[in-house]
T-cell receptor
Framework: DGGITQSPKYLFRKEGQNVTLSCEQN?????MYWYRQDPGQGLRLIYY???????QKGDIAEGYSVSREKKESFPLTVTSAQKNPTAFYLC??????????FGPGTRLTVT | RKEVEQDPGPFNVPEGATVAFNCTYS??????FFWYRQDCRKEPKLLMS???SGNEDGRFTAQLNRASQYISLLIRDSKLSDSATYLC???????????FGKGTTLSVSS
């Protein structure tokens, strides 16, 4: 079954804890992206990676970190430095200059 | 000027209506344009790409005006199932990622 998987669908954490969100793809796409969406808001780009072992900051990278050790995987760590981590996190992939495909997302709640 | 701006909505229309959404973008060098659809609490999904010559897919028509940096989406004969948020999307200045507008919400009622 081809596509993008994000797990878990819902994640709850206490303030001050780091948490890592998973994103895996078997589409063989080079580029992968992390977005954040807040209620009633658009998607904001956190980090992206165009090739393995390389990644770039997006518009709101502060308080987040990523790694890209394998083509299939692009995990996002939400650190305790992120002021407002509660949000809907979306991972996406892209082939060349074509459209992006999204995973189902992870809803993170930090209390 | 924001990178991608859309009509705020919401648009509330009856079934069968024709509705148009507009979007402006700031990067004159943008080469990639799309409309995505996002249902409540779901991930965005591609509705259609937007080409310079304009393109149509069934009841949906997308237009691009590069001179005015303007994109539009026309939905004819609206269905209840068209109720969703429609996102206007263009590539960023470096061409390395896509930038999403905040979306326009459409509600179609019977």
């Amino acid at each position: 079954d081809g596509g993008i998987t994000q797990s878990p669908k819902y994640l709850f954490r206490k303030e001050g804890q780091n948490v890592t969100l998973s994103c895996e793809q078997n589409l063989n796409h080079d580029a992968m992206y992390w977005y954040r969406q807040d209620p009633g808001q658009g998607l904001r780009l956190i980090y992206y990676s165009q090739i393995v072992n390389d990644f770039q900051k997006g518009d709101i990278a502060e308080g987040y970190s990523v790694s890209r050790e394998k083509k299939e995987s692009f995990p996002l760590t939400v650190t305790s430095a992120q002021k407002n981590p509660t949000a809907f996190y979306l991972c996406a992939t892209r082939f060349g200059e074509h459209e992006q495909y999204f995973g189902p997302g992870t809803r993170l709640t930090v209390t | 000027r924001k990178e991608v701006e859309q009509d705020p909505g919401p648009f509330n229309v009856p079934e069968g209506a024709t509705v148009a959404f507009n979007c402006t973008y700031s990067n004159s060098a943008s080469q990639s344009f799309f409309w995505y659809r996002q249902d409540c609490r779901k991930e965005p999904k591609l509705l259609m790409s937007v080409y310079s010559s304009g393109n149509e897919d069934g009841r949906f028509t997308a237009q691009l005006n590069r001179a005015s940096q303007y994109i539009s989406l026309l939905i004819r004969d609206s269905k209840l199932s068209d109720s969703a948020t429609y996102l206007c999307v263009v590539n960023n200045r470096a061409g390395t990622a896509l930038i999403f507008g905040k979306g326009t919400t459409l509600s179609v009622s019977s």
